[in-house]
């Protein structure tokens, strides 16, 4: 979808859009600039059911005396509550609404409004992000296009006086959208192309040109560095694990902290099929999205490196298969992880917390970071817990889980914090080995004795480790995402370390 900016309407425009708010002050002074455009802003609101709630569409047809098809009046809602996530979502709801009626182009006229808190440059921005992020497509595997099919939106042109602040603003979101696009290209790939290798590939594709070190660990290195838990959980799949370490150093060297990186660190299951544990198959079919919290962390620091943010972030992604074959890894095996601790296996569809702990402590050991976020698929136990509405937040150190709470509301990739105790703790020991896989049927909270586990690998570091199961995938559309991979995370994480920027 191309996007542009200018402070001239162009007049060819065939589609003309406005915003306008519930509380009618503002909005009027481009709208009175053009005709047509404000003689359907008086025609939407003398409309007995049209109140400008946030979302709300007047489509005015065949405007009297205009070369237009029509002009859509887009209500925002009370102008205070116009937030950069709100107008993403009004971006969506309208790139929604063309495109349903088959228009793949508009021009949207975009005046400052009174009492939001955005200004008119941020509010445009949003609003290209929340429409391109409502126009991804991924059809590459559909052979025969049908004609009646909602087409996509092709291009929309911004009107407003602060087109060249606008532009500015673009450039960080585009490079947010770029990133959000990716990780969902990943998840909604099919498990037969997207294996440890092929992930690396294309993440290593979409990275390098941006400047992005990558390095891609093999199963032998891996062997070489004792990486026991996440080789176990690999060993019966016929293609083999992968470690992805990626590096984005956009400090200058001589401002450079000296307290170390941002460290994401991603599951990255490629396909979880329980292994020996098998999993029901209504449970396997979503399972190609078990590396989503793998593709957050490629996406958010592509859109990192896509706008040179000047920040330290280094990503971790352990890739693996979890497979059953005669040589797969069994309840009761003991595996012995990097960081030198023995875990007694109980459950082999468990496998996200081995893949993890390995790789956290590739992150702790090898980079230093000042603080590890990491993002998995873990749990269906947190799903039950929180359902859609949260994801879960465990977290070592209070300021980070702070700042990673606010990074989700502002995106609304929204966050809830569970605890991390010493009772946890206590439920993971083994008669047999350091540490116990799993907690006992009966105390229940998995996703929290899983946290428990996590938390014995990151070296002591500030640490939040976020539970995204069930986040992978929008079973209907959305105002940000069509049916499919959401790139959930890529939004919240960017924001995270926007906030960490300042
Ligand atoms: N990948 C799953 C968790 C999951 C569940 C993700 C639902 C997305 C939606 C994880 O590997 C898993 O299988 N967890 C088990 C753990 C149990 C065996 C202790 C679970 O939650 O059932
Ligand atoms: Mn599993
Ligand atoms: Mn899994």
Redesign the pocket.
């Known amino acids: 979808m191309q996007v542009d900016f200018s402070s001239q309407p162009r007049k060819s425009r065939r589609v003309l859009v406005v915003l306008v708010p519930e509380d009618g002050k503002s909005g009027v002074r481009v709208a009175a600039a053009d005709k047509t455009v404000s003689q359907a802003v008086a025609a939407a609101r003398s409309t007995p059911g049209f109140f400008a709630k946030h979302g709300q569409i007047a489509d005015i047809l065949q405007p009297a005396g205009s070369q237009c098809r029509r002009v859509l009046v887009v209500g925002c809602g009370a102008a205070k509550a116009l937030s950069a996530f709100a107008c993403r979502k009004l971006g969506g709801i309208l790139a929604a609404h063309l495109a349903k009626q088959h228009e793949t182009d508009a021009g949207i006229f975009i005046a400052p409004f009174a009492d939001a808190p955005l200004n008119e440059a941020e509010i445009a921005a949003n609003v290209a992000l929340g429409a391109a992020l409502r126009s991804y497509r991924f059809d590459k595997y559909i052979t025969e296009k049908k004609e009646s099919e909602t087409p996509t939106l092709s291009a929309l042109s911004f009107y407003l006086d602060a087109a060249e602040r606008a532009r500015k603003v673009w450039q960080r979101l585009d490079a947010l959208r770029g990133g959000i696009y990716l990780a969902r290209d990943l998840t909604n790939e099919p498990p037969n192309t997207i294996y440890p290798a092929a992930f690396a590939a294309h993440a290593s594709r979409a990275l390098r040109p941006l400047g992005v070190k990558v390095e891609v660990l093999d199963e032998k290195r891996l062997a070489t560095l004792g990486c026991g838990a996440l080789l176990a959980v690999g060993r019966a799949a016929a293609h083999p694990p992968r470690l992805l370490v990626l590096e984005w150093n956009g400090t200058r060297k001589s401002k450079g902290r000296t307290d170390g990186p941002i460290a994401l660190v991603g599951k990255g299951?490629c396909f979880?099929s329980?292994g020996l544990?098998l999993?029901k198959p209504e449970?396997m079919l979503?399972?190609k999205g078990?590396m989503s919290g793998g593709a957050a962390v490629v996406g958010a620091i592509h859109a990192l490196a896509a706008r040179k943010a000047p920040v330290h972030v280094v990503g971790v992604v352990g890739l693996v298969e979890n497979m059953p074959s005669a040589d797969a890894y069994k309840p009761g095996d003991i595996v012995k992880t990097m960081a030198g601790k023995t875990i007694e296996v109980i459950?082999t569809?468990?496998?996200?917390r081995l893949v993890l702990i390995d790789a956290l402590y590739y992150a702790a050991k090898r980079f230093k970071p000042r603080a590890i976020v990491d993002l998995a698929?873990?749990?269906?136990?947190i799903?039950h817990a929180l359902g859609s509405v949260f994801s879960g937040i465990f977290a070592t150190d209070n300021s980070l889980a702070e700042q990673l709470l606010a990074a989700g509301e502002e995106t609304g990739e929204r966050l809830w914090r569970m605890p991390l105790d010493a009772g946890y703790d206590k439920n993971l020991e083994s008669p047999i080995a350091d540490l116990c896989h799993?907690a006992p049927d009966a105390e229940r909270a998995?996703a929290a004795h899983a946290a428990a586990l996590l938390k014995q690998f990151v070296d002591k570091r500030p640490w939040a480790h976020l539970d995204i199961?069930?986040k992978?995938f929008h079973e209907k559309e959305m105002p940000l995402a069509p049916i499919g991979a959401r790139g959930y995370g890529v939004a919240l994480i960017e924001a995270f370390i926007a906030g960490a920027e300042r």
């Open positions: 299951v979880d329980g544990c999993k449970w979503r399972m078990d459950d569809d468990a496998e996200g698929t873990l749990t269906g136990s799903l799993c998995d199961a069930g992978e």
